[in-house]
């Protein structure tokens, strides 16, 4: 599956920004979908991932109650919706694709995804 991310942007402090995760080449809703994130001199981290079909999400604590992750099979698309964006959220966001999924999508390594999209820059200022 060939995954497209867009949605990028500046934000102030304290705003929102939702992303998107667009697949291509296959259905979407067979792979389970993550969202991770590196910001500049730091390694790659997992931010959200949801089951093949939506029912199950899991999330990094430093996101948690902030961030929400959803999909929707018509568009074939998997958004994580960031509110109260705090300077330490900047970072370029990749999304990616399991193929492989329990239904329980503690997919916190992304050494367990198989496909990924090529980022979008999220920049919040103060």
């Known amino acids: 599956v060939q995954l497209q991310a867009s949605g990028g942007g500046l934000v102030q402090a304290g705003g929102s920004l939702r992303l998107s995760c667009t697949a291509s080449g296959r259905t979407f809703s067979s792979y389970a979908g993550g969202w991770f994130r590196q910001a500049p001199g730091k390694e790659r981290e997992f931010v959200a991932a949801i089951s093949r079909s939506g029912d199950g999400t899991y999330y990094a604590d430093s996101v948690k109650g902030r961030f929400t992750i959803s999909r929707d099979s018509a568009s074939n698309t998997v958004y994580p919706q960031m509110n109260s964006l705090n300077l330490e959220d900047t970072a370029v966001y990749y999304c990616?694709?399991?193929?492989?999924?329990?239904?329980?999508?503690?997919?916190?390594?992304?050494?367990?995804?198989?496909?990924w999209g090529q980022g979008t820059l999220v920049t919040v200022s103060s």
């Open positions: 990616a694709a399991r193929r492989f999924d329990s239904g329980n999508p503690q997919y916190t390594s992304s050494r367990l995804y198989g496909s």
